[in-house]
């Protein structure tokens, strides 16, 4: 198992997380490591979990942004299942399970993920860290709605901030083990104090506009 493991990591690293470098700065390869490595983490509170599928699952997650960001969520899935490669080591119900994790894992997916696996992936992909958060969504902003000017680019930010991240926000946490939980409480007060706030927008803006990341 623990040599299948190591083959399918190999795979992983060469053929599936490179595909991340074409996408925005918020979701390259760094991102796709990220997941991959705080769901496996995850996994430890589970023992019913296989490694193997949560691997795959968490590396998968986002390469539906090939086609765009509204849908990437089933687009992943579909990957998920199409590729032939996976049926190395998985068995069609593994295959099923591991799309339905990948599709699942979207904040905004409107319900709770249907399994296990994505639920930990959805966890994992969870980064709540408020620079992080800030210079994800900016990133965001300064690509697909360049037009904006700087407070065009705040108010934006500053709804979407509210929609996702606020009390009632879309954001929901599924996992009650690590430090999530604590750290959405800990942002929630960032944003509620607005001047703090405001200076942390400028502070990343400066950097993202001054380097043209």
């Keep these: 198992m623990e040599q299948e493991f190591s083959e399918i990591q190999e795979f992983v690293e060469h ?34 979990v296989d490694r193997r599928l949560l691997l795959v699952a968490a590396a998968y997650h986002d390469l539906g942004l090939a086609y765009g960001r509204d849908e990437h969520h ?28 990948a599709e ?5 997916s409107g319900h709770e993920p249907r399994t296990i696996y994505g639920r930990i992936v959805a966890e994992a992909d969870r980064v709540i860290d408020g620079e992080t958060i800030v210079r994800r969504a900016l990133q965001y902003g300064l690509k697909h709605s360049p037009t904006l000017d700087k407070e065009g680019q ?6 979407h901030m509210h929609e996702k991240y606020d009390y009632g926000g879309y954001l929901k946490l599924w996992i009650p083990h690590g430090d999530n939980a604590k750290r959405l409480e800990q942002f929630r007060q960032m944003l509620a104090d607005e001047p703090a706030f405001r200076r942390l927008f400028d502070r990343v803006f400066d950097s993202l506009t001054s380097t043209n990341q």
């Design 15 to 48: 053929e599936i997380v490179p595909r991340y470098d074409d996408f925005d700065a918020g979701h390259r390869r760094d991102h796709a490591h990220t997941v991959i490595e705080q769901a496996l983490s995850l996994s430890q509170y589970y023992p019913e």
């Design 74 to 101: 089933i687009h992943s899935a579909r990957i998920v299942r199409e590729d032939e490669r996976l049926r190395r080591w998985f068995t069609d119900e593994e295959i099923n399970t591991i799309a339905d994790a």
């Design 104 to 108: 699942d894992h979207r904040a905004s």
């Design 154 to 159: 705040y108010k934006r930010l500053m709804e």
